[in-house]
């Protein structure tokens, strides 16, 4: 549908704008039903998702401890459908840099933001909104979404050149990033009795789909009205999420309960996406559905649900 839109149908209004305005009462586009709205009653307190060291896949050679760490990576794809993983790859370094640089970016003047305004056509840019439906609510959110890879689809003239490393950073952690999953579909492969290069090529090989969304969170008047972002799935196969160091925003749907993930510091955050279906029979033969893999950093001003 997106597709076929050559621009919103309504003026696009943004969120971090409301939230410097000073406002104390939501505008309505923002106030869910009442049983949308956060319900700290439904969340749980007592667990967290997994997390899982990846030291023993990537440097250690004892074999015992690989197969279990293969194992746990199993058991929370089949529990979870996400897991935290630390000793990645990923330089601490690299991950502080890249938070700081978008923070940065959604701090510059609206004016600079605004030269790279999305639109359905291509969806690449600065956003604050997600659907095209008017009237529809609203989430208390901006963004900023790019394509990464296959290299034939990345255009680096949508990517920011304010702040100066910005390009330089995006396109170094980026490529990390890419590295880390084609680890972790190797050790899916593995799992599933499959060839270790079977997602990998399932997923087009060398022409692997990766793109970068980040959302930006501002403070919010009326947190228990809105929600930063609509309860949801990710659609594509993974998604590497980088959280905020200093706010546990995010949260997962197990049962009957939202879980608070609390980060670790320095771990990347694993989400199966729809992308990947995993029905496993008695036989232990197993069937994917493919699409591109999602770079993912979130950062709030002000905690919400």
Not at 19 to 29: A, E, F, K, N, T
Not at 122 to 146: C, H, I, N, P, Q
Request: proline share 7%.
């Amino acid at each position: 549908m997106m597709n076929c839109l050559q621009s919103w149908p309504e003026p696009i209004v943004r969120v971090q704008s409301l939230s410097d305005s000073g406002i104390h009462v939501l505008p309505d586009r923002y106030i869910r039903h009442p049983s949308d709205r956060p319900s700290f009653t439904s969340i749980s307190t007592h667990a967290n998702i997994p997390v899982i060291d990846l030291h023993s896949l990537l440097a250690a050679r004892d074999a015992g401890l690989r197969q279990a760490t293969l194992d746990r990576i199993s058991g929370a794809c089949r529990e979870w459908g996400f897991f935290q993983v630390v000793n990645h790859g990923v330089r601490p370094e690299l991950m502080k840099s890249i938070r700081q640089l978008w923070r940065d970016f959604f701090h510059l003047p609206l004016e600079a933001k605004q030269v790279y305004a999305n639109s359905p056509t291509t969806y690449e840019g600065y956003g604050s909104r997600l659907g095209v439906e008017k009237g529809a609510k609203l989430d208390w959110s901006d963004y900023f979404f790019l394509n990464y890879l296959p290299e034939s689809v990345r255009d680096e003239n949508k990517w920011p050149t304010t702040p100066e490393s910005c390009r330089e950073l995006v396109n170094e952690y980026s490529k990390a990033v890419v590295k880390l999953c084609g680890i972790l579909m190797k050790i899916l492969s593995v799992n599933l009795g499959l060839e270790e290069d079977y997602l990998q090529n399932a997923f087009g090989g060398d022409d692997i789909g990766a793109c970068l969304r980040v959302n930006y969170y501002p403070k919010c008047p009326q947190p228990d009205l809105t929600l930063g972002i609509s309860p949801h799935s990710d659609p594509g196969g993974m998604t590497i999420l980088l959280p905020d160091d200093d706010v546990s925003g995010l949260q997962v749907r197990k049962g009957e309960h939202w879980v608070t993930v609390e980060p670790i510091p320095d771990a990347l955050i694993v989400n199966l996406g729809d992308q990947i279906q995993v029905p496993v029979s008695l036989s232990s033969t197993a069937m994917y559905t493919f699409s591109k893999i999602q770079i993912l950093i979130i950062f709030y001003d002000q905690l919400i649900r």
